[in-house]
């Protein structure tokens, strides 16, 4: 413990500002502009032919004569921050377009790669253990492009502080961020959130996949990393909760001392804070280690079944009316999990949500669930049911819905992702995105 606290206190000397880590300056705060300088020394890679910098990247809601009477920081993302950011040409991507876009890679990101993510039992032992030490590696290797907002009054953006986080925290306090209840005229609404409980559900968690992937990639310089998943149909019980896959846990529900993940801690583990945004994510030898109980929650009684999973993929409308929990006959509601997927009638809980119920501790908290890695296996088996609808039914962006849910409309920026990917975007084949998935038990 010593080690991992030590290097941690080392990384949060420089208090910087959220996102790119060079668009924390006083000046690109004033100016609200967010168009850092390439390797070629110009905005956006601009000589380069790169990009450029704009303000036309950012897409809004906002229908005409519409008033927000609004207050949240994640409202409109990230017009709140930054009006200018950088748009990138061709293949190229990124916050100051010096990387390329998902599934392209080199200089001159022509070259294209896709990955293959397999299910965790279908990994070489070799496999597994380069996954676990990648991830050991993401967990505290600071983030070179990205910091993080951790504290402050969510009425007075002065009191906002920023500090470095592992490439891995980073992640999940995306995560974390996506869900603190929104402010809206004074109050905070705890019923809605930017990832959940509407169309951006799949595409949302997709990218937050993606982006995890990319940056593990990018820190190995391995191209053919993938995220493996954990196809949970039919298990009786956690079968990859044990120390050689994602660890067993002691009594009292933590991961026990000879698993992968025993010491890790998680960010911001106490979420519930109404106010502030998060309190212990500069503190990071007060915050707890990870908690998991598979199996012991009452409510649940089995993982989701073979059948539980065919029944979600028979609703072939993407997403229904009101497009929140209540929607009925919608597939993105079945597979989110507030809906029975046999008759696409009844609303209760399964699916996705069951699952993370199912494992208890940090995964049945939500907002902070990112923190366990298993949260990485089973979004994984979530987006790979994704993207068998999407093939099915040969799915569009043209499928995902106009609707009322913040930061959820179809061309809306998937907040609070840095740059804006817009939420229709991730109704396509996940190959063009740069990956696909093994075959396992006929799926
Ligand atoms: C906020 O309050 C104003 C004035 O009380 C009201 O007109 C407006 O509809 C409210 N906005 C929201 C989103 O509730
Ligand atoms: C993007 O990459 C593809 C495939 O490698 C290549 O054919 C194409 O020319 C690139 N596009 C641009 C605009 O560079
Ligand atoms: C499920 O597995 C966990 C350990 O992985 C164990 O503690 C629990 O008792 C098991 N539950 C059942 C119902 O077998
Ligand atoms: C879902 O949307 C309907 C229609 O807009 C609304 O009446 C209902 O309150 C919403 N439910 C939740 C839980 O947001």
């Not at 040409?89 to 390329?100: A, D, H, I, Q, V």
């Not at 705890?190 to 982006?211: D, E, I, T, V």
């Not at 067993?248 to 945004?277: M, P, R, T, V």
Request: hydrophobic share 30%; net charge neutral.
């Amino acid at each position: 413990m010593f080690t991992l606290c030590t290097l941690f206190a080392l990384f949060l000397g420089a208090v910087h500002s959220q996102f790119p880590r060079s668009c924390t300056t006083t000046a690109a705060f004033r100016t609200k502009t967010c168009c850092p300088l390439w390797e070629d020394g110009s905005p956006c890679g601009s000589l380069s032919g790169r990009g450029g910098c704009k303000n036309d990247v950012v897409f809004t809601s906002l229908a005409v004569g519409k008033v927000r009477q609004s207050y949240d920081d994640r409202l409109d993302w990230p017009r709140y921050y930054f009006d200018n950011t950088c748009k990138c040409f061709g293949n190229y991507s990124g916050y100051n377009c010096g990387r390329c876009k998902y599934g392209y890679y080199g200089d001159k990101c022509d070259r294209q790669n896709t990955v293959v993510r397999k299910e965790i039992r279908q990994l070489s032992f070799l496999e597994r253990k380069r996954f676990f030490s990648y991830l050991a590696l993401a967990k505290v290797t600071k983030s070179v492009d990205f910091v993080i907002l951790t504290t402050g009054d969510r009425h007075h953006r002065d009191t906002y502080r920023f500090v470095d986080a592992s490439i891995f925290d980073v992640f999940s306090w995306i995560h974390y961020y996506s869900m603190k209840p929104i402010l809206i005229n004074g109050t905070f609404d705890n019923s809605k959130n930017y990832a959940h409980q509407g169309p951006a559900f799949p595409g949302w968690h997709r990218l937050g996949l993606m982006f995890l992937e990319r940056q593990i990639q990018l820190l190995t310089g391995d191209e053919d990393f993938a995220i493996p998943y954990y196809d949970w149909r039919g298990e009786k019980n956690c079968s990859i909760c044990t120390n050689e896959f994602l660890g067993a846990s002691n009594e009292q529900g933590f991961l026990d001392d000879n698993s992968h993940f025993a010491f890790w801690k998680s960010i911001c583990s106490g979420f519930n804070y109404a106010d502030a945004i998060c309190q212990t994510a500069g503190d990071e030898c007060q915050m707890e280690r990870l908690h998991r109980k598979p199996g012991a929650d009452p409510r649940v009684k089995a993982l989701p079944s073979f059948q539980d999973v065919e029944n979600t993929l028979k609703w072939k409308d993407f997403d229904r009316p009101p497009y929140n929990v209540t929607s009925r006959r919608s597939f993105r509601n079945a597979l989110e999990g507030f809906l029975r997927s046999s008759d696409g009638m009844t609303l209760e809980r399964n699916m996705h949500n069951l699952v993370h119920i199912y494992f208890g501790g940090t995964m049945s908290q939500v907002p902070i669930s990112s923190n366990d890695p298993i949260f990485l296996l089973h979004h994984g088996f979530i987006d790979k049911i994704f993207e068998e609808w999407l093939q099915r039914y040969n799915g569009t962006p043209n499928d995902y819905p106009e609707n009322d849910e913040l930061g959820q409309g179809p061309d809306e920026c998937a907040t609070p992702y840095f740059p804006c990917y817009r939420n229709k975007d991730f109704l396509c084949s996940s190959s063009t995105l740069g990956y696909k998935y093994s075959k396992y038990q006929g799926m």
